[in-house]
């Protein structure tokens, strides 16, 4: 049973570029969110996509955007980079039903410079 | 504002100690997660807890959910190495579906 993968592992980027993370979710799972984490804190919630729409959206700027497919598969996309943006990024793969547990990917480490 | 507190937020322990890290809130919860993460990796999965007053056991881990469901706390008994990580706890509160996290608590266990 394959868990959540994520791509890619680690990426650099320049302020100012754009970049995208993909997902795929847990075998069985229709629900995917993504979360930022920075050092030192716990993952911050950006966004949930269910039935390839944004469901619910966490305190980030429109720089941060996303896409759910129909195999629900997932990316974020995120504009202008600044340099707070570097984080792991996590997507969690979930049931659109309770208790809603999350189960995370291993993240996207971004660097930007 | 952090809607979920941790403690303690570090903590350095021999192997073989028992320790507890607590999980806090003004807000009640519809269900809490516990998680453990590693570095560089993202968090896993421990437990879920729905009902107030619900005590969970995984190996020598121990976890509760508080009976008013706005806290909780996780025991580990006899830790080991392999136990080192962050624990992170995660609720969903307000009808919202959408888990907010602590900060976490970082353990080391030295052997």
């Known amino acids: 049973d394959a868990g959540v993968t994520q791509s890619p592992t680690h990426l650099i980027k320049t302020r100012g570029q754009q970049v995208t993370l993909r997902c795929s979710p847990k075998?069985?799972?229709?629900?995917v969110s993504w979360y930022q984490q920075a050092l030192g804190q716990g993952p911050q919630f950006i966004f949930q996509?269910?039935?390839?729409?944004?469901?619910q959206r966490g305190n980030f700027p429109d720089r941060f955007s996303g896409h759910q497919f129909p195999n629900y598969s997932s990316e974020l996309n995120v504009n202008a980079l600044l340099l707070g943006d570097s984080a792991l990024y996590l997507c969690?793969?979930?049931?659109?039903?309770?208790?809603?547990?999350?189960?995370f990917g291993p993240g996207t480490r971004l660097t930007v410079t | 504002t952090q809607l979920l507190e941790q403690s303690p937020q570090f903590l350095s322990i021999q192997e073989g100690e028992n320790l507890t890290v607590y999980c806090n809130s003004s807000?009640?919860?519809?269900?809490l997660q516990w998680y453990r993460q590693e570095p560089g990796e993202g968090p896993v999965l421990l437990v879920t807890v729905v009902t107030g007053g619900e005590v969970k056991k995984l190996k020598r881990l121990t976890f509760q959910f508080g009976d008013a469901r706005k806290d909780s706390s996780l025991h580990i008994t006899a830790a080991q190495p392999g136990d080192t990580g962050l624990y992170l706890c995660a609720g969903q509160s307000g009808g919202s579906y959408i888990p907010t996290f602590g900060r976490g608590t970082s353990l080391i266990v030295h052997p």
């Open positions: 969690a793969s979930s049931l659109h039903q309770p208790p809603y547990e999350q189960y």
């Open positions: 807000s009640v919860f519809s269900s």
């Open positions: 996509y269910y039935e390839e729409e944004e469901r």
């Open positions: 075998s069985g799972h229709d629900t």
